[in-house]
């Protein structure tokens, strides 16, 4: 029997440069899967290999049975995975609402402009544009973004504007959430937030979470299992407590933060 989210042998190199080498995990369906590593370890790599914005060497991917290989991002989308990015990737003048409707796209049938512009009430789009504009309201009560719905992101806090990343990833219904670094450049206050948020996604919506994070108090806070990879090899997959006792974990990251 396949698992919820396979992969193998996964292998990409740019040039002369193997980023992932023989990569294999396997998540469960429900659970939060964390990558750690230091920086420059292929963690991203890996998002886009899943996510078909890289065609890996080697390798093969499985979501609920279904390969991912050859398959491009919009198809995988699709499928019911959804990502976050590093860096801040929203349209700063639209606001929280407009946002987080682009994560709809992909369900959207008259064109993303149309959908999201059109406001005429008993035509196609406008019958379309309410089914969609609801998903994205529960978005916004879910996370708590309602005093922000109609301000223009640009203006809001860094932590907010993960959390609205958070909401247009969400938008797309997923079974496989991937987030890359949600508390990069977070304060204290921003992180706790964030994890609570995690957990509540998990929680709350069932949603299987394959997170990469930098912070290890948040990855050993909230994570089932752990991938440590290092040099785009794997090092281990354990519990959090296994992971953060290996000497090669620990190696790592002392090795990164002298650097
Ligand atoms: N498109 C690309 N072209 C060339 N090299 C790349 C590309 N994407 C990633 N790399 C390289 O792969 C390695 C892993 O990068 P990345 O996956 O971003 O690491 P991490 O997210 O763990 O910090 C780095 O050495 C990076 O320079
Ligand atoms: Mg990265």
Known sequence: MKAFF??????ISFGGLTALDNIALSVDQGEIFAVIGP???GKTTLFNCISGLYRPDRGTLFFK????????????????IARTFQNIELFAH????????????IFMQTGLLRGVFMWGRHSYAGREELRHRKKVEEIIDFLDLQAVRNKPVGALP???????ELGRALALEPELLMLDEPCAGMNTEEKQDMIFWVKDIQDELGITILLIEHDMNMVMDISDRILAVNFG???LTGSPDEVSRHPEVLQAYLGAEEG
């Open 94 to 105: 639209m606001n929280t609402m407009e946002n987080i409707m682009l994560g709809r796209h």
């Open 6 to 11: 396979e992969i193998d042998q996964l292998t």
């Open 65 to 80: 049975g279904v390969s991912l290989q050859g398959k491009k991002p919009d198809r995988i989308a699709r499928l019911g």
């Open 233 to 235: 090899q794997p090092i």
């Open 39 to 41: 920086n420059g370890a």
């Open 158 to 164: 860094y932590g907010t504007q993960k959390l609205i």
